[in-house]
């Protein structure tokens, strides 16, 4: 299935405080926050089978079952300015999210993604959304889209993150959604 959508600058708030996409290549090697700090923290939390990985100034929650590790879509990130950790959730919406519809809005996918994520409706949060349309690069890894207006979506990759630092959300909210987090929202088939 596929859907028309409008794509347009991405809302939500204020720009993205961080460009998902680019995140994880541009953040400085050194460790801006004490990451063990938010292991730990987070470590707490996180049910048998998820575990917190690090990676260049960034953790990733992983899936990990029979040796194979699968990122969940959610991670800590420093900020350079703060000296903090803030939460980055990411989910894909496939078309079949919205089988009902011929055609989506921005509201419409950041709603669908924010109930996915199981986040309070009145969290305040950066917002960005990739949009692909199947495009792929020479590596056959799906490339997203990169004009405006109308165009056929395959999937949409939503990102949310938390105007809070991590050691300031509520820690039955984090336990939620490590626990819940999916990455790749399943279809409705």
């Not at 600058?9 to 004490?34: N, Q, V």
């Amino acid at each position: 299935m596929r859907l028309q959508a409008v794509k347009r600058a991405c809302s939500g708030g204020s720009e993205p405080k961080h460009k998902a996409r680019d995140l994880l290549s541009t953040l400085p090697k050194e460790t801006i926050m004490t990451f063990e700090a938010a292991k730990t923290q987070l470590a707490a939390l996180t049910p048998e089978g998820r575990i917190w990985t690090d990676g260049d100034g960034y953790l990733d929650l992983v899936l990990d079952q029979a040796g194979e590790s699968l990122s969940l879509g959610l991670g800590v990130v420093g900020d350079d300015d703060s000296k903090e950790g803030f939460l980055l959730a990411r989910v894909v919406l496939y078309a079949d999210c919205f089988s009902d519809c011929e055609e989506v809005d921005e509201e419409m996918v950041i709603a669908a993604a924010a109930k996915a994520l199981n986040l309070p409706e009145d969290m305040e949060c950066q917002v960005g959304i990739e949009v692909y349309d199947g495009s792929t690069n020479e590596e056959g890894q799906m490339v997203p889209v990169e004009e405006e207006g109308e165009i056929e979506v395959d999937a949409f990759e939503v990102h949310f993150s938390p105007e809070q630092p991590v050691s300031s959300l509520d820690s039955e909210l984090l336990r939620r959604l490590i626990a819940d987090a999916p990455y790749i929202l399943p279809t409705e088939e």
